[in-house]
């Protein structure tokens, strides 16, 4: 269905408006590249399109210039959004975990995210206080990684109610931690693990890194910490290999 809507106060657009912040079960996706592979992962529920329609059988609805701006946040659009219902999240499958416990910067959350899929992480949870994933920072940043992950968001206050679910789900907890940690280089790399990483200020809590099987840091030289995007990039190659 291709349809044709030229207000503001469509209910339709204001539907999509509303789900910009993504603090409800939909979300927002812009560009060709992102629908694309939300259409791919039948999450879309309707796209809203200057002029060019995409093939698919969800609904399509061309709009002005001026209904695009008000459902975009980059300053040059491509002409193109998607209004899309958030995953329902399945239990844990992969050996490979990463766990987030307050990180907030939402580029920090997409390169995560993205590097994730690369080596494959497949499975993330995230703590309370940790930033929204669908957010459009975060998906800028992930590009598009969200739909081919599996994310769960804790409902757990503590943390390490967090981590005592996967202890007992048979996973080896590593922790990432400058003050008492061994060198990655220096591990034996457990089959089954969970690999947290922590706030962009505080890094992860006592109380988590106490509950840690093993705390590892990054051996470097001429300073004394990384970006916790880049951090986790590099920690998740080396543990993949």
Excluded: W
Aim: hydrophobic letters at 40%; proline letters at 3%; aromatic letters at 6%.
């Amino acid at each position: 269905m291709i349809e044709r809507i030229t207000s503001l106060a469509n209910s339709k657009v204001k539907l999509a408006a509303k789900a910009l912040d993504a603090k409800g079960d939909l979300f927002v996706v812009e560009g060709f590249h992102m629908v694309e592979m939300a259409l791919e992962k039948g999450a879309v529920e309707c796209v809203f399109t200057l002029e060019k329609t995409m093939k698919t059988d969800v609904p399509q609805y061309i709009v002005n210039e001026q209904i695009l701006k008000k459902l975009t946040t980059t300053k040059t659009p491509e002409g193109i959004v998607a209004l899309c219902h958030k995953q329902k999240p399945k239990e844990l499958s992969s050996d490979h975990v990463i766990y987030l416990e307050k990180v907030g910067d939402p580029g920090n959350i997409g390169t995560i995210l993205r590097t994730a899929l690369a080596f494959h992480f497949y499975d993330v949870v995230l703590s309370k206080g940790t930033a929204e994933v669908y957010s459009p920072k975060v998906l800028m940043a992930s590009q598009g990684a969200v739909f081919f992950l599996n994310i769960k968001q804790s409902k757990n206050d503590n943390p390490v109610d967090d981590l005592k679910e996967l202890k007992k789900a048979g996973y080896h907890i590593l922790a990432t931690d400058l003050a008492t940690s061994k060198p990655l280089k220096g591990i034996e790399v457990p089959q089954k693990m969970v690999l947290m990483l922590g706030n962009e200020g505080k890094g992860l809590s006592k109380e988590s890194i106490a509950f840690a099987d093993q705390a590892v840091r990054i051996e470097m030289d001429g300073i004394d910490s990384l970006n916790v995007g880049v951090a986790g990039g590099i920690l998740m190659y080396e543990l993949s290999r």
